[in-house]
């Protein structure tokens, strides 16, 4: 959630200098890991500390008071975010359908649900889950694109109105399209009376919309990871006769492609995650997108198939779960590290 | 921006010289080989001819304002991209465009729209509410003649091929007045089809009889003439409306009672005792939006308390999971502890998940009678977790601490581990107590590199629309307004509602509450890039 913040500010930290809570927190996260793998070989397999001697006889009060009651607040701290996850997964598993039946946690077990939601024709949560993936990934990689070229011209070229450029693209990104969302409604609405292809309803047009947002946090996450490449290799490829694309596309690209993917990603989960925009803009049913159609779904009181949508919800998180787990070891750094010797 | 200079290297001391230049353009030109030049001739001919045939469609609609921003764009575009500078235009212009658009201009619209009537019963222009006026009171003429009608389409569009009683045929639309069909073909005394029009076939008539029976073509340009009508599909009869215009003193007047509507500048035909024929037209009404909304006492009560609970929600969710992310960071940041990377996976797992979707499953744990909570956790209690005002702030305050702990957690964590060991070692030697070594040594440097991100939370939790809207929707709903607002709602659910939701769409009056986001989060950036600096460390 808090991964699609618009961040304006920078924190000194290690490993990719960004300026926004992503990049922190991905650089964080990396640190951490490093930090335990340290830990545990300095520690050696019992992990204790090199204070306390292995054959002093074990005092309950002491270990606790020293990190006994921490295990206590990670237990009590881990129930409390599984609980709605074991919740979720637990009714999606039951056959039977309604919010109350799904209070025994776990008590039968089934793939009904997941059936149920498949291929119910009132609810098409396949179609939903296709919108869902194919406008967050066009997105996704246009806005990679998009963003990678201006950050690789605001990192290696140096021109007038560059620093208003910059300034203009940290100031634009404060405020967020949905504060528009009312404009954005109107604009799409003229332009599908001219161009039915791009204007309301078409995911072409959501697609445009999204991609205003380009040039907003990504561009800075990727202009600090440009600049931590160094400019001798583009020296180099200059003197070997490589022209300014081809730098780019065959050099530079490659270079950076941890911090696409990461981009890609949160790209990818800010546009799974969005509701305002998506919602206004795509009326019919068999355009929108998961988060508006599930909304829309349990919204209706009319609809009682609780497990259904605990099933559906089950799956359209998979996706983004897995990328971002995923996204924690993608980031190794060091990736430019011998690349200039 | 894209007005830059040429293409000047970081480390090229002042300006390289024309010789250096030339053989820059050289090698690229060298490099880049005919299969660039391709795709770059490839990709400018598909943008030039998206970019004629959007002239072309907008000259159709006589839309040239528009035309001649595309036209100059568009030569802009192929400009930049044939020169063998503007180097950095090249790599920004796309960006841009999609920028200015989408952010730049709908920010700026927005407020535009604030100071219009925007909303259902003023939607367009003037001349659309007088034709949509007559066709929405049109009766038929006692003593019409039959009209023998075909029901015809172009490109969608569905229009009538009407005989007239001398055997004439024309032809016309919703849009389009009666005019003569050019190559009709008649059977008998009907005209059956006309150039550039296909026929419906009757089984077509029958399948869209609603769209059928909704036409009405107007039988001149002068719209009190009336229109023709078909309840069938095969016979057409003359309907006037019970509205009179007079263009030239701008008026309408009911045929049926006499009043008469004038034109007073409210966008509407007003009667003089103030009845309003709508739909009426769009028009700009200065401040009225923001004076209705603080004056009007319906109104401005909720945005009094949307506004407080809006700054209260950023607030104490900021805080709330700042203090419990640092309180976990503290607590995991002990290398003696095992398991840390367990507990840590774990708690970061609400982060991961879409927030709209644990929204949505908190929702069905908090509900009254059915929900998990009060069933299972107290036993079937029947605590109103959503639906009591007070209660519904609290359980968006616990759910938005769900949600947000995770990150807090990482980001304290992060900046927890950047303070070097030795401050803490020194200040033991001193004989600091370890709750003095926080609170003196630790708390300060850790609040310098987290306090940005604090600002951005609280930036980002001020537009929580997910959160609020999947959780309670704003409700319990405020039955005192006349807008759809709750208790729970906060200045960007509420323009969301007053704009989309509900009877009356209002777009005046939810992009004025819009402008009032637009100042507070304004106010926001000025004190983050005050704080922060960051606008001066760019170069």
Not at chain 2, 370 to 384: K, Y
Request: aromatic share 12%; hydrophobic share 50%.
């Amino acid at each position: 959630m808090a991964a699609r913040k618009v961040k304006p500010g920078s924190v000194p930290g290690p490993g990719v200098v960004a300026p926004t809570g992503v990049g922190l927190a991905v650089a964080e996260m990396e640190e951490m890991d490093a930090s335990t793998r340290a830990h545990a070989s300095v520690g050696g397999p019992g992990g204790g500390s090199p204070v306390e001697l292995p054959k002093r006889p074990f005092n309950f009060s002491r270990w606790f008071w020293a990190t006994g009651w921490r295990h206590v607040v990670g237990v009590i701290m881990v129930v409390f975010a599984l609980f709605p996850i074991m919740f979720v997964v637990s009714s999606s598993l039951n056959p039977h359908g309604t919010l109350t039946g799904s209070n025994a946690l776990f008590s039968q077990i089934g793939l009904d649900s997941y059936v149920r939601i498949l291929t119910d024709p009132q609810v098409p949560f396949t179609t939903w889950f296709g919108n869902t993936l194919i406008i967050a990934g066009i997105t996704a990689v246009c806005t990679v694109f998009l963003g990678a070229l201006a950050a690789y011209s605001f990192s290696r070229m140096r021109f007038t109105g560059r620093r208003f450029g910059l300034i203009s693209i940290v100031v634009v990104q404060m405020f967020p399209q949905l504060l528009a969302v009312v404009a954005i409604f109107l604009l799409m609405s003229s332009i599908g009376d001219l161009f039915p292809a791009i204007g309301l309803n078409t995911h072409v047009g959501l697609i445009m919309v999204y991609l205003g947002g380009a040039l907003g946090v990504n561009t800075y996450l990727m202009y600090g990871f440009f600049n931590t490449v160094p400019a001798s290799i583009d020296e180099a490829a200059k003197l070997d006769g490589a022209g300014h694309a081809r730098i780019f596309f065959t050099i530079i690209l490659r270079l950076v492609a941890p911090i696409l993917a990461v981009v890609a990603l949160l790209s990818f989960i800010a546009s799974v995650n969005e509701f305002v925009v998506a919602s206004v803009l795509l009326v019919d049913t068999e355009k929108q997108t998961l988060a508006v159609g599930l909304t829309k779904l349990v919204s209706n009181p009319r609809y009682a198939d609780w497990s259904a949508f605990s099933a559906g919800a089950v799956m359209a998180a998979l996706p983004v779960v897995a990328l971002f787990l995923f996204l924690q070891k993608y980031i190794v750094g060091g990736l430019t590290a011998g690349a200039v010797k | 921006m894209s007005t830059a200079t040429d293409d000047v290297r970081e480390d090229a001391p002042p300006k390289p010289t024309k010789q250096q230049r030339r053989a820059a353009n050289i090698a690229d030109e060298a490099s880049g080989g005919i299969k660039v030049l391709l795709v770059k001739l490839v990709g400018l001919g598909i943008v030039d001819a998206l970019a004629l045939y959007a002239v072309f469609v907008l000259a159709m609609h006589e839309q040239w304002l528009v035309l001649g921003l595309v036209a100059v764009v568009t030569v802009i575009v192929n400009w930049i991209y044939f020169s063998r500078k503007k180097l950095p235009a090249k790599y920004l212009t796309p960006g841009v465009i999609f920028l200015v658009v989408f952010q730049v201009f709908v920010l700026g619209y927005t407020a535009y729209i604030a100071f219009t009537n925007y909303g259902t019963g003023h939607n367009g222009s003037k001349e659309q509410a007088v034709s949509s006026l007559m066709a929405s009171s049109l009766e038929r003429v006692p003593d019409s003649p039959t009209y023998g009608v075909t029901v015809v389409e172009r490109a969608g569009e569905l229009g009538l091929l009407v005989t007239d009683p001398e055997g004439e045929a024309l032809v016309g639309t919703n849009e389009e007045p009666l005019h003569e069909a050019s190559g009709a073909e008649f059977d008998g005394d009907l005209a059956v089809s006309a150039e550039g029009w296909t026929s419906l076939k009757f089984a077509d008539v029958l399948a869209r009889t609603d769209e059928v029976t909704a036409l009405a073509v107007p039988y001149s340009e002068d719209p009190n003439d009336g229109a023709i009508r078909t309840p069938d599909g095969s016979k057409g009869y003359l309907y006037t409306s019970t509205l009179e215009y007079d263009a030239e003193a701008g008026t309408m007047t009911d045929l049926e009672t006499g009043t008469v509507y004038s034109d007073t500048g409210v966008g509407a035909f007003t009667a003089e005792n103030g009845d309003e024929l709508l739909p009426g037209w769009q028009i700009t009404i200065g401040f009225d939006n923001f004076v209705r909304a603080v004056t009007d006492t319906r109104l401005a009560g909720p945005l009094v308390y949307v506004t407080l609970w809006t700054f209260a929600f950023a607030l104490i969710s900021v805080a709330s999971t700042f203090f419990l992310g640092l309180f976990l960071a503290i607590t995991f940041n002990d290398m003696r502890m095992r398991g840390r990377k367990g507990y840590r996976v774990l708690m970061i797992l609400p982060y991961a998940i879409p927030s709209f979707l644990s929204a949505l499953v908190w929702a069905g744990m908090m509900n009254k009678s059915f929900g998990f909570i009060n069933q299972v956790l107290l036993g079937g209690a029947e605590v109103p977790w959503l639906t009591d005002p007070t209660l519904a702030k609290v359980s968006i305050i616990i759910v938005n601490l769900w949600l947000g702990f995770p990150y807090m957690f990482l980001v304290c964590t992060g900046a927890l581990q950047s303070i070097p060991e030795e401050l803490q070692e020194a200040a033991t030697v001193d004989g600091a107590k370890p709750w003095a070594i926080f609170r003196l040594i630790k708390l300060p440097l850790l609040l310098v590199s987290v306090a940005p991100l604090l600002i951005a939370s609280f930036a980002f939790n001020f537009n929580n629309f997910n959160t609020i809207y999947m959780l309670t929707d704003g409700g319990p709903r405020d039955a005192n307004a006349p807008i759809p607002v709750g208790f729970t709602d906060i200045l960007i659910t509420m323009v969301y509602k007053v704009a989309f939701t509900g009877e009356n769409r209002d777009y005046g009056l939810a992009s004025a509450y819009s402008i009032i986001i637009f100042i507070v989060v304004a106010v926001i950036s000025i004190i983050a890039f005050r704080r922060t600096k960051s606008l001066e460390e760019l170069n």
